[in-house]
Nanobody, 128 residues
């Protein structure tokens, strides 16, 4: 059973930066994408960013575009999220996800149903 382990969360002030990391406990074969979702208190889990494994195409939600950058480490089945200019509304639990399901639809890897493995989450709190 593959496990995804996130790290890098914490408490920061508005305008600060953080880097989240996610590594798989074992090599994931036929990996199509990895990504990040977040869930704020009282809200549904939402897409943040994802990256296609073979071509490296990146996808972002409108709320983080231009501030966050997703990157991958193919050799280690790892994904990172560089978060700059953090805002209080970025406060949430951030979840790493991995997809082993191929789809030609680009928006497939921006949906919860597009991912097969999930991490336990890491808390990011941004104070004003």
């Amino acid at each position: 059973q593959v496990q995804l382990v996130e790290s890098g969360g914490g408490l920061v002030q508005a305008g600060d930066s953080l880097v989240l990391s996610c590594a798989a406990s074992a090599r994931i074969f036929s990996l199509d994408a990895m990504g990040w979702f977040r869930q704020a208190p009282g809200k549904e889990r939402e897409f943040v960013a994802s990256v296609r494994w073979s071509g490296g195409n990146q996808y972002y939600s409108d709320s983080v575009k231009g501030r966050f950058t997703v990157s991958r480490d193919k050799a280690n089945s790892a994904v990172y999220l560089q978060m700059n200019s953090l805002k209080p509304e970025d406060t949430a639990i951030y979840f790493c996800a991995a997809s082993i399901t191929y789809s030609s639809r680009e928006n497939y890897y921006t949906t919860i149903s597009g991912f097969d493995y999930w991490g336990q989450g890491t808390q990011v709190t941004v104070s004003s």
